[in-house]
Nanobody, 116 residues
Framework: QVQLVESGGGLVQPGGSLRLSCAASGIIISSRPVFWYRQSPGKQREWVAQITAEGPPAFADSVKGRFSISRDNAKNALYLQMNNLTPEDTAVYYC??????????WGQGTQVTVSS
């Protein structure tokens, strides 16, 4: 059974940083495309960042230069380092991956709130 479990969210002041983690089990993510998405209240889920075999890590324009994505193959985990956070980054953040057969997997999400 594939599970993705996000953690690391919380309340942070504008300008602050958070590091989100996504622990994977039941699937080896080192060779799989991995993604971070986010969803704010009343808005559609938004792509944030990805690591795929097709190229270097990619980021949404809204987070470029502030966020970085990485994975630890030994821990089978994915990370999202978020710096210089703004209230517009407030959302539930989800990690996602897919199997070789195209099945998508999502975590339950972790809440990030940026507020003073």
């Amino acid at each position: 059974q594939v599970q993705l479990v996000e953690s690391g969210g919380g309340l942070v002041q504008p300008g602050g940083s958070l590091r989100l983690s996504c622990a994977a089990s039941g699937i080896i993510i080192s060779s799989r495309p991995v993604f971070w998405y986010r969803q704010s209240p009343g808005k559609q889920r938004e792509w944030v960042a990805q690591i795929t075999a097709e190229g270097p890590p990619a980021f949404a324009d809204s987070v470029k230069g502030r966020f970085s994505i990485s994975r630890d193959n030994a821990k089978n985990a994915l990370y999202l380092q978020m710096n210089n956070l703004t209230p517009e980054d407030t959302a539930v953040y989800y990690c996602s991956t897919s199997s070789r057969f195209g099945t998508e997997y999502w975590g339950q999400g972790t809440q990030v709130t940026v507020s003073s």
